[in-house]
């Protein structure tokens, strides 16, 4: 076949499949439009999944009567004038395509009146045609009815899923929308039935309340605001990140409850997502995600969000930004309210679920009582119960002593059976007491798997992950040097000549004063070549090409990279590849010098990235499963 141009029609249907890929997406763009338009009350009915029937009806200010038909021409657009403006685009839509798009593949019927003009004017396009156009009374507002979508793509017809499932993402659109615009009322009618309303009072919890239910709703805390302070939009240049997110004891089996909005508009980013997943680590059981609806607010020009024809997808100018102001958010309002492994105090709370009550559950579940205690995962009660006694601990975070306990002699039995010790073990959960030193003295026992330092204490049994335990050690131990006189480094005796390659070159670059600050001497030496004449020491056992590629590959995965600073993210990134790997056999005077140097650290309970160093498995636990206590 020889090469000829598409016609006019061929080609915009295929262009309109991009926007319109399903009932779902053409209920979007007409409430984009009417959200554009000012509207704000929305109601949206549809029929058979929305195939037979999608109607938009908004209280917006309409469309002028001469523009009416230009609604229809493909890139016909009243919110962009030049180029320019696609560097801050403040509406949501801007293409100028939707309309042109659903008309194509479609029977369209548009009412409309302006706001300025007494009457209105009805127009019909089928397939891309303009077949009538008249005058006609109606209030001020716009209706789109779109009839027998794909009517002429039967290929795109096969597709669609039975009517439920199309009615079901047309809802889940309907309640993003709503979630996004609290101050606007929609309602959404399908088949005749009312299937969700928001009543336009203004606040997100209301809506999320009305998507997913009032016990959904209690565990749901705010982000970046207090309760009654709903988010504000506020276009700053540093991403605002607020909303809510879910409590530890609400999970689900996949990441579709973690919804994220730029700028008020629905977007998709693994990245982000992955961000807040992060931020739950060790509060939620492997398998299971957190919910969690965020805004973020960001100057338009810092985003692009003209990268695809649905603008589901955006391009962030600074990702890492956007990135860290998720993780911080999501991770202080956790820190504030769940049990968190990081405050000092509250290291030695972070339990494990209490087994009495487990036991409990499974006995009244007709269960056999394991010893492994395998429980459905929902049964299993990181519940609020640990929730609310952390929180009423946040408060009194016991200060560490100034001095660092290393040189305090190893502990007898008899100063594990001191009053506060036996104190603190009527309730695991609870941290200790003021009077005591915020971390325990241990006891080294032994080491189990060559990864856990088993130990006792005051509270009972402990087990130490040697991993995390050497991260937070070296951690503290490099910020100090820091601080003071500079990191120890290891100088080579032969200087390593490093080809970075193109995609290492850059990351030495932009870290530079980083990796210098962290120990490397490196010297720039010919184009994307550098001399390495110094490691940081924590790194003196590691051969210096591997120590600097690890670095750089843990700077390129980003993973790692949390801090408060550059330099701080480097350094964390650097000791989790210089400690301890778990595996290890240790020593027991290696162990026991760990856990010295553990005991002396500002934050001995979790490792730099959040997890935590310890669990703990109190006395009374211990009686109680073996049935010593009732
Ligand atoms: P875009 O939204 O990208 O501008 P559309 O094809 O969706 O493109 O709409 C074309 C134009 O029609 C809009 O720019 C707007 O001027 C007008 N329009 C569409 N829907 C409405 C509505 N519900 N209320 C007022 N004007 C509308
Ligand atoms: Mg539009």
Redesign the pocket.
């Known amino acids: 076949m020889s090469i000829r141009v598409l016609s006019p029609e061929v080609a915009s249907r295929i262009a309109a499949g991009e926007v319109v890929e399903r009932p779902a997406s053409a209920v979007k763009?007409?409430v984009?439009?009417?959200l554009?338009?000012g509207?704000d009350e929305i109601r949206i009915e549809v029929r058979e999944g929305g195939r037979r029937l999608v109607r938009?009806v908004?209280n917006?200010?309409?469309?002028p009567t001469v523009?009416a038909a230009l609604?229809?021409e493909r890139h016909?657009?009243?919110?962009?004038t030049s180029a320019d403006d696609l560097e801050h685009i403040a509406?949501?839509?801007?293409?100028?395509?939707?309309?042109?798009?659903i008309a194509s593949v479609a029977q369209v019927t548009l009412l409309?009146r302006h706001i300025d003009e007494a009457v209105g004017c009805q127009l019909r396009v089928e397939g891309g045609h303009l077949v009538s156009q008249e005058a006609k009374g109606a209030p001020p507002?716009?209706v789109?009815t779109v009839e027998n979508l794909f009517y002429n793509v039967p290929a795109r017809l096969k597709f669609l899923r039975q009517a439920a499932t199309e009615s079901g993402r047309i809802a889940e659109t309907v309640q993003r929308f709503a979630m996004a615009f609290p101050e606007r009322r929609f309602s959404l009618v399908s088949d005749g039935r009312l299937v969700f309303q928001s009543t336009g009072s203004g606040r997100m919890h209301d809506v999320l309340v009305k998507v997913w239910g009032l016990d959904v709703g209690r565990q749901l805390v705010a982000v970046g605001h207090t309760e009654d302070e709903e988010p504000q939009p506020s276009l700053a240049e540093a991403p605002q990140v607020a909303g809510y997110a879910g409590l530890p004891s609400l999970s689900r089996s996949n990441r579709n409850h973690i919804l994220f909005f730029l700028n008020r508009r629905a977007i998709q980013d693994r990245s982000l997502a992955f961000a807040v997943t992060e931020a739950y680590r060790n509060r939620l059981m492997v398998g299971r995600y957190p919910v969690a609806v965020l805004m973020i607010e960001l100057d338009p020009a810092l985003v692009d969000v003209n990268v695809h024809p649905a603008k589901a997808e955006v391009r962030f100018r600074e990702e890492r930004a956007v990135f860290r102001a998720v993780q911080k958010a999501v991770h202080a309002t956790l820190a504030e309210h769940s049990p968190v492994p990081e405050v000092r105090s509250e290291g030695l709370s972070w339990a494990m679920p209490g087994w009495a009550e487990r036991r409990e559950i499974l006995l009244s579940a007709g269960q056999n009582l394991q010893p492994s205690l395998a429980l459905p995962r929902e049964q299993v009660p990181v519940n609020s119960q640990q929730w609310s006694i952390a929180t009423a601990s946040s408060s009194q975070v016991s200060p560490r002593p100034s001095e660092p306990t290393a040189a305090s002699p190893q502990p007898d039995a008899s100063d594990m059976a001191t009053p506060t010790a036996a104190g603190a073990t009527s309730d695991s959960n609870l941290p200790i007491s003021q009077s005591t030193p915020a971390f325990p003295i241990l006891r080294v026992v032994g080491q189990m798997g060559a990864t856990y330092i088993v130990a006792e204490g005051p509270e009972g049994m402990y087990l130490v992950d040697q991993h995390a335990a050497h991260e937070r050690i070296l951690f503290e131990q490099m910020l100090g040097e820091q601080a003071g006189h500079g990191v120890a480094q290891q100088a080579l005796l032969e200087p390593l000549v490093f080809e970075a390659g193109s995609g290492y070159a850059g990351l030495l670059g932009e870290y530079a004063d980083a990796l210098a600050a962290a120990g490397f001497g490196l010297e720039a030496f010919g184009s994307d070549t550098w001399l390495v004449r110094a490691v940081p020491a924590v790194y003196s056992r590691v051969d210096p090409r591997r120590a600097l590629e690890e670095t750089l590959e843990g700077i390129a995965d980003g993973r790692d990279l949390v801090g408060e600073s550059k330099e701080a993210a480097l350094v964390a990134v650097i000791c989790k590849r210089a400690a301890i790997k778990g595996g290890q056999t240790l020593g027991l005077d290696e162990m026991r010098q760990l856990v010295r140097q553990l005991e002396a650290c500002q934050s001995p309970g979790s490792c730099p990235h959040g997890r935590p160093t310890m669990l703990v498995l109190s006395r009374m636990q211990l009686e109680k499963e073996f049935g010593r206590r009732g």
Do not use: C, M, W, Y
């Open positions: 763009e007409l984009e439009n009417s554009d338009a509207a938009v908004d917006g200010h309409g469309i523009e609604a229809f016909a657009t009243s919110k962009l509406t949501l839509g801007f293409r100028g395509e939707a309309l042109a798009s409309t507002g716009t789109v």
